[in-house]
């Protein structure tokens, strides 16, 4: 008896101590600062034809990896040929920038963040995907089949 | 006594059911091949040289025509080979005409291939190569039409013999073109800029576009097509507005 009302005890102690410390005023230092930081990453494109004119006032869609036929973006060139914009970190992988000017214009192909991979729209399995999934199924089975087998045998 | 079955017999078929089952799992769409004379053809235009240019046939002859897949995009300008990791390859030779239809016209499908790998099909190659018979024979483009200019007018039949080899990216337009989903369509564009041969009377006559051209003056003197056009320099073949790298001879 003694050992379990000295365990209810040190549970309601702990639980006043926890709220006590939740909703205590937190003393707050004059000289104190907060720094948060959010990552932004720019890129700056430079279209131009092929004789080095800049491409003024040229049409420009940009295209998240996860999805490549709806313009993430839409936007025009300056007189310089540039357009800038900040991708969203979030969705990695290659970013397209197709830029278009009187019937005529070219596409970029633009990594952004770790996983710089597009999608290949391949479905179904690799060859060594097959080959490994196949090995743990007959491992599977086999090691099924003899433990029955050695069942029986007993 | 009781027969069993072999673990080894066992396992094997397991196996075989395992990889039949994966086999089949392959998603597919139908991937459409289209050729696109644009508007230049379908309506007519005004060369950089003032003559006004309408278009009764346009007789053009593709062969060899391949889809592909690429990763990473291939890139027309480099000039190299393209090195896909999926490619749908056309057989056959189409001879079209590009004029036929309205001033509306749509673009002229060429083949549907039903059971397409999906993907994005990021490049298209294609020859531009001589007709073996037909209205074209022996040539690889015929454009035949009127042209008219200060009240004088000439009924042209320009003939191209020279082959030439296109290697492009991806389509560059108001939607972008080749993404192939599972059970979808996507279409693909060969599209051919014929202002690059004649000029456009609506950019400025400094415009590089003119400055490459040769017009129509030269053909209206009455000269040979082969001794004033150099398909590799004229650039025709396009996706949309994205170019692509040529080679003729």
Same mark, same amino acid.
């Given at each position: 008896?003694?050992?379990?009302?000295?365990?209810?005890?040190?549970?309601?102690?702990? !639980?006043?101590?926890?709220?006590?410390?939740?909703?205590?005023?937190?003393?707050?230092?004059?000289?104190?600062?907060?720094?948060?930081?959010?990552?932004?990453?720019?890129?700056?494109?430079?279209?131009?034809?092929?004789?080095?004119?800049?491409?003024?006032?040229?049409?420009?869609?940009?295209?998240?990896?996860?999805?490549?036929?709806?313009?993430?973006?839409?936007?025009?060139?300056?007189?310089?040929?540039?357009?800038?914009?900040?991708?969203?970190?979030?969705?990695?992988?290659?970013?397209? %920038?197709?830029?278009?000017?009187? +019937?005529? +214009?070219?596409?970029?192909?633009?990594?952004?963040?770790?996983?710089?991979?597009?999608?290949?729209?391949? %479905?179904?399995?690799?060859?060594?995907?097959?080959? !490994?999934?196949?090995?743990?199924?007959?491992?599977?089975?086999? +090691?099924?089949?003899?433990?029955?087998?050695?069942?029986?045998?007993? | 006594?009781?027969?069993?079955?072999?673990? #080894?017999?066992?396992?094997?078929?397991?196996?075989?059911?395992?990889?039949?089952?994966?086999?089949?799992?392959?998603?597919?769409?139908?991937?459409?091949?289209?050729?696109? $004379?644009?508007?230049?053809?379908?309506? $007519? /235009?005004?060369?950089?040289?003032?003559?006004?240019?309408?278009?009764?046939?346009?007789?053009?002859?593709?062969?060899?025509?391949?889809?592909?897949?690429?990763?990473?995009?291939?890139?027309?300008?480099?000039?190299?080979?393209?090195?896909?990791?999926?490619?749908?390859?056309?057989?056959?030779?189409?001879?079209?005409?590009?004029?036929?239809? $309205?001033?509306?016209?749509? =673009?002229?499908?060429?083949?549907?291939?039903?059971?397409? #790998?999906?993907?994005?099909?990021?490049?298209?190659?294609?020859?531009?190569?001589? @007709?073996?018979?037909? #209205?074209?024979?022996?040539?690889?483009?015929?454009?035949?039409?009127?042209?008219?200019?200060?009240?004088?007018?000439?009924?042209?039949?320009?003939?191209?013999?020279?082959?030439?080899?296109?290697?492009?990216?991806?389509?560059?337009?108001?939607?972008?073109?080749?993404?192939?989903?599972?059970?979808?369509?996507?279409?693909?564009?060969?599209?051919?800029? /014929?202002?690059?041969? /004649?000029?456009?009377?609506?950019? =400025?006559?400094?415009?590089?576009?003119?400055?490459? @051209?040769?017009? /129509?003056?030269?053909?209206?003197?009455?000269?040979?097509?082969?001794?004033?056009?150099?398909?590799?320099?004229?650039?025709?073949?396009?996706?949309?507005?994205?170019?692509?790298?040529?080679?003729?001879?």
């Amino acid at each position: 008896m003694f050992i379990i009302k000295l365990k209810w005890q040190s549970i309601i102690a702990a !639980i006043a101590i926890t709220m006590a410390c939740l909703f205590m005023p937190m003393e707050v230092h004059a000289h104190g600062v907060n720094i948060n930081y959010t990552s932004n990453v720019e890129i700056e494109i430079i279209a131009t034809y092929d004789s080095g004119i800049p491409m003024a006032g040229a049409q420009v869609a940009v295209y998240a990896p996860d999805d490549p036929t709806t313009p993430w973006l839409t936007g025009s060139c300056d007189e310089e040929g540039r357009f800038s914009f900040a991708p969203d970190t979030a969705r990695p992988g290659i970013w397209d %920038v197709q830029v278009r000017l009187a +019937g005529h +214009g070219g596409i970029i192909h633009i990594p952004v963040g770790g996983d710089t991979t597009t999608a290949d729209g391949q %479905v179904g399995f690799s060859h060594l995907q097959i080959g !490994i999934m196949s090995a743990c199924v007959i491992w599977g089975s086999t +090691g099924t089949a003899l433990y029955f087998s050695k069942r029986r045998k007993t | 006594m009781k027969k069993r079955f072999p673990i #080894p017999v066992i396992a094997l078929s397991i196996l075989a059911v395992a990889l039949a089952g994966c086999a089949g799992g392959s998603a597919t769409g139908k991937l459409q091949f289209y050729a696109n $004379g644009e508007d230049f053809v379908r309506q $007519g /235009f005004v060369s950089k040289d003032g003559w006004s240019i309408s278009f009764d046939h346009v007789y053009i002859t593709l062969s060899d025509i391949a889809a592909y897949q690429t990763e990473p995009p291939y890139d027309p300008s480099s000039g190299t080979d393209i090195d896909a990791k999926t490619e749908i390859a056309l057989d056959g030779v189409y001879t079209i005409d590009l004029a036929e239809g $309205g001033e509306d016209a749509p =673009p002229i499908m060429l083949a549907e291939v039903s059971d397409a #790998p999906v993907g994005h099909y990021n490049a298209i190659s294609w020859e531009m190569s001589q @007709a073996s018979s037909g #209205p074209a024979a022996g040539h690889s483009l015929v454009m035949i039409g009127t042209a008219e200019k200060d009240g004088q007018s000439i009924d042209f039949t320009i003939n191209i013999d020279e082959e030439c080899e296109y290697l492009c990216g991806e389509y560059v337009g108001d939607v972008r073109k080749g993404i192939l989903e599972e059970g979808n369509t996507a279409e693909l564009e060969m599209t051919f800029h /014929f202002d690059h041969i /004649f000029g456009d009377g609506e950019l =400025p006559q400094d415009d590089e576009l003119n400055l490459a @051209a040769v017009g /129509f003056q030269p053909f209206a003197d009455g000269a040979d097509a082969a001794g004033v056009i150099n398909m590799t320099d004229m650039h025709l073949g396009h996706v949309g507005e994205g170019h692509c790298h040529c080679a003729c001879e």
